[in-house]
């Protein structure tokens, strides 16, 4: 069955540092994967996604992921952090067979940022 | 072009009453989705539909629960004869037809129910 790991569940960093969140899939075939943030009270945006192609793909707000087949993992980063990218984050692996309808989420990270 | 609406966005309900959640698709969307995130147990799939159809209901609870994407109007997810472990946030995705690649799920705000 396909899973996704996010091995930490809370992150804290000052604003203005580099941020990597983790993230390991567990997925048979070539995976379709994704990663939305979530602020409080809010539903899910996108980040980003991966289909297939360039391994290192690009987001909105900054963020880029990487896919790594050897490792089974997507980890997201950003350069540099604002304060206003404090919320959670989800990584999400297609499943289903038929690509991108039926994600599995990770338990979510949340990110916290100093000042 | 509007995103996927949720409505309402809050929702109380007593024990044993019965809820009704509504999606409406982003413009061009055919496919529904709704996941399910409890307190401590992060997001869950619950259904996939099309217009008239279910595809995948394999996360849904086998009692109390049913979804429908009707040809014409919103999706509605409905939960009969609530319980207090009911309360939950609600979320819809959709995502446009086409190749498996292209069907990126676009969430809605989610309905908050809380079961009294």
């Known amino acids: 069955a396909q899973s996704v790991t996010q091995p930490d569940i809370h992150i804290t960093v000052s604003e203005g540092a580099s941020l990597e969140l983790r993230c390991n899939y567990s997925?048979?075939?070539?995976?379709?994967l994704f990663w939305y943030v979530q602020s409080p009270g809010q539903g899910l945006q996108l980040l980003l996604k991966?289909?297939?192609?360039?391994?290192l793909v690009q987001g909105i707000k900054g963020f880029e992921a990487e896919f790594k087949r050897s490792q089974s993992s997507f980890n997201l980063r950003k350069p540099s952090v604002h304060w206003s990218d404090a919320a959670e984050y989800f990584c999400?692996?297609?499943?289903?067979?038929?690509?991108?309808?039926?994600?599995?989420f990770g338990q979510g990270t949340r990110l916290t940022i100093n000042p | 072009n509007a995103g996927v609406m949720q409505n309402p966005r809050h929702l109380v309900r007593r024990r044993g009453q019965e809820a009704r959640l509504r999606c409406s698709p982003m413009?061009?969307?055919?496919?529904v989705y709704w996941y399910r995130q409890l307190p401590e147990e992060g997001l869950k799939f619950m259904v996939y539909?099309?217009?008239?159809?279910?595809?995948?209901e394999s996360g849904m609870p086998k009692e109390r629960f049913s979804a429908e994407f009707p040809k014409e109007g919103p999706s509605i997810l409905r939960i009969q004869q609530v319980v207090r472990g009911d309360s939950a946030a609600y979320f819809c995705?959709?995502?446009?037809?086409?190749?498996?690649?292209?069907?990126?799920?676009?969430f809605g705000p989610g309905t908050r129910l809380t079961v009294l």
């Open positions: 991966y289909f297939s192609g360039d391994t």
């Open positions: 995705a959709s995502s446009p037809p086409g190749l498996a690649g292209n069907r990126v799920p676009y």
């Open positions: 413009k061009g969307h055919s496919h």
């Open positions: 539909l099309q217009k008239e159809n279910i595809i995948d």
């Open positions: 999400a692996v297609g499943a289903g067979g038929q690509g991108a309808q039926k994600l599995v």
């Open positions: 997925y048979g075939a070539t995976p379709y």
